[in-house]
């Protein structure tokens, strides 16, 4: 449905601009609530992406003091797993918001700022989704075996080449 929203602008005279939504009637209850806050899946998919990208960069800063030892290597290991979750839960949170879009806002700013919100957006989820892959990446280049929390193991994509793997690690 189309609903008309005016912008004011001190040097030009006011202007009408169409918002188009593409909302079932089923679809409303996501937009978020009159108090400004998101619903609860929203807000659970964004707090676990914290949580999760707080616990891996602790988790390699620590590794680092360890070195290479076991200690190191295990935290390394768990951070790899890590990155798995990371991973499907952005995937996962990726299809949650396509299949539950936000309402608009009811009084949208200038069309710039909205592009830039949309881009940087765009970027965050992009990096979310090319962090753990390079992670891989560079695993497979160094010749490990990314193992998931020791039950499972990711297949190897790339062969073993120590200048790819100290350029994605460095």
Known sequence: RNIPLKRNNSARAVSKITVITCFRKSNISHSPLTDGRHPTMTRLFH???VILLMAMFTLIWIAGWFGPGT??????????????????LVLVRLIW?????????????PVWEHRLAATVQFLL?????????LGWAASDTAGDTVRVFGFATLPSFLSMDEDRSNLLFN
Request: a positive charge; glycine letters at 10%; proline letters at 9%.
């Open 97 to 109: 918001r396509v299949s539950h879009p936000f309402a608009p806002l009811k009084a949208p700013g």
């Open 71 to 88: 200690t190191g290597t295990q935290l390394v290991a768990l951070h790899r797993s890590v990155g798995v979750v990371l991973f499907i």
């Open 47 to 49: 707090w676990g992406t």
């Open 125 to 133: 989820y992009a990096s979310l989704l090319a962090m753990p892959l």
